[in-house]
């Protein structure tokens, strides 16, 4: 009985000091450019993953769950409790392969001005109503 006690003890003293989940899988990144998507976080553009630097490290958003690393090739531990500018990114998937090169008269909210649009590409007004935008 004392034997299996032991066993018990070892057992559970290695469950509380082993390592966290690591995310071993190599992801690509065609570039190491740091995108600002609010004042706290950037998003790695192009990544093949939801990647982002904040508070001094690298987060990867993996299977509804955020890994850190010190360096963007690696080393990835998962992390249960994320600092908060880290758990404000909302839907982290959608800065996948993110670039900055989405001109700001091309999104939906935005009102189109006045200036001379190359003959081939369209133009958008948008005019809001009680209800939202239409177009």
Known sequence: ???LACLFVATLA???????PQYSTPVRVDSAELIVINPDVKVVA???KP??????SYWLFHDAAWYRSATIHGSWTKVDRPPVPV???DQPYAYTHYRD???ADRTA???TDNTVVPS???TFQFKQNALGFEK
């Open 14 to 20: 290695g469950c509380l000091h082993s390592t966290p």
């Open 46 to 48: 192009d990544s093949e």
């Open 1 to 3: 009985m004392n034997r």
């Open 109 to 111: 909210a935005a009102e």
């Open 101 to 103: 090169d989405h001109p």
């Open 51 to 56: 990647m982002f630097f904040a508070v001094g």
């Open 120 to 122: 081939g590409q369209s």
């Open 87 to 89: 758990l404000q990114i």
